[in-house]
Every structure is written in C-alpha cells, then in structure tokens.
C-alpha cells in the first residue's frame, strides 16, 4: 500500500473545464453581471455615418428634399370605377370572374374599381374588351360598339 499516490486523482466520465470565449456582447454582458461586476452601455451618435455629412446636413438637405416632392402619379378616378362596377353588374360577374378573364389578380380590379389603382392602359384596355363599356376617353360608361361590317 505504500506504492499509492494520495496527491494524484483520476476522475472518469468527466470532461476538463475549457475556458469559455463570448462572441456577443449580450453574453459578455450576462457574464459580467454573474459575477457582480457593474455593466455601462454607450451609445454612439455617429457610429457608422459618414464623417462628411454630420450634424445638421441632414436636417437640411432633408428640407429641401421635401421642398422638391414629385407629384404622385394620377389615380385612376371615381366614374371610371363606377362605370366598371355598373357593367360588371350588368353582366352578373364578380371581381374574381373578371380578374381572372383579364389574367389579373382581383385586387388590381378592387384598386381600379375603388380608385386607388394608377391607370395602365393595357389593363384599362383588357377591361373594357371584357366588359363592353369605355373606361378611356370623354365617354366612359358607355357601351362599346362591336367591329364595323361592310
């Protein structure tokens, strides 16, 4: 028995404590708070910007921004959706019916009938081949007259 070291020890079946590497500062922050150390953030004003452009720059060319706006683009207004909605009625067809004979999602119809949509003319061309009425031009709401015969 005198062949025995006491001061060495082997363990089996555990692994050797590896020092651990934070790779983000909310996991360095959770560290430092176990063990009681005192956490300060700071935020940087300029972090990232361009050094040329601080300050009030911004203030002012986004002023002038705002002062030289383009105008929206016109929307499609309030009797050609009208005409639509009466001739669709007209020939008992929903939204989805002739969304789908135009090859268009039903929200594009739902847009041009409530007037939100920007008009396009192949679509407002689509329309009216589909529901027989003139959405373009001084006469919208009336009926399209078929091809000419000789």
Known sequence: MS????DSKTVIGSKAKRATVT???????????????????????TAGGNK??????????AKLDRENEVAPPAKVSSNVGR??????????????????????KP???????????????QILGKLERVLGVKLRGN???????????S
Do not use: C
């Open 52 to 61: 040329a452009h601080q300050g009030t720059d911004h203030q002012r060319i």
């Open 107 to 121: 929200s594009v119809l739902q847009d041009y009938e409530s007037g939100k949509a920007v008009p396009n003319q």
């Open 139 to 149: 006469d919208i709401g009336k009926k399209l007259e078929g091809p000419k015969k």
């Open 3 to 6: 062949s025995l070291d006491w």
């Open 23 to 45: 790779k983000t500062t909310s996991d360095l922050n959770a560290q430092a708070r176990r063990a009681g150390a005192v956490v300060s953030t700071d935020k940087k004003i």
């Open 83 to 104: 005409a639509m909605q009466t001739a669709r009625m007209e020939l008992k067809l929903s939204q989805k019916d002739v969304a789908q004979k135009i090859n268009e």
